[in-house]
């Protein structure tokens, strides 16, 4: 929802190059040598043309938590060399800026056209009616479906919240 006014992006762009985004967050509890256990996230380096639409996110979230519009941004969009390689990417951003919940949409349609498998890890698994149905029509086609999430929770609230979606 967009009660608090909140997203999770984790959004670094250099130079208009390379990118960075994924779940590391940036504070003392999570460099793992505090005692409170191990943190994992998930990141990842990009290259090539995905990163103007990573800087396109980025100035977007800009300007709703700001409300000031950039006007002079080519410099944030320099000529991108050629890649040797070249690997489908599409940026997807969901949060109280946008209309439509496109991830959980994006999240629901690999789900449910998986021909082999869906392996799912999140720290806080709670899922809406769409996703469950989701998970039961790919899991009821032969889908290997595989849910992964902490034994231990950073949260109570959530562990006990993820813990009524499943059977013992």
């Known amino acids: ?88 990417l599409q940026i997807a951003g969901s949060g109280p800026d946008t209309d439509w919940a496109n991830i959980m949409e994006l999240a629901i349609t690999a789900i449910i056209t998986a021909k082999q498998y869906v392996y799912i890890t999140t720290p806080y698994f709670v899922p809406n009616d769409e996703m469950i149905a989701a998970i039961q029509i790919a899991a009821k086609s032969g889908v290997d479906v595989r849910l992964i999430i902490p034994e231990k929770s950073d949260s109570w609230v959530v562990k006990h919240a993820s813990n009524s979606f499943l059977e013992a």
């Open 1 to 88: 929802g967009k009660m608090n006014y909140r997203n999770h992006r984790k959004i670094a762009v250099i130079d208009g190059n390379i990118g960075y985004v994924g779940g590391i967050n940036v504070g003392d509890e999570y460099i793992n040598d505090n005692g409170t256990g191990y943190w994992r996230d998930t990141h990842l380096r990009i290259f090539g043309d995905a990163v103007k639409s990573l800087q396109i996110h980025f100035l977007s979230t800009w300007k709703f938590v700001s409300n000031e519009i950039i006007t002079h941004y080519k410099p944030f969009f320099p000529e991108i060399k050629a890649l040797q390689t070249k690997i489908a």
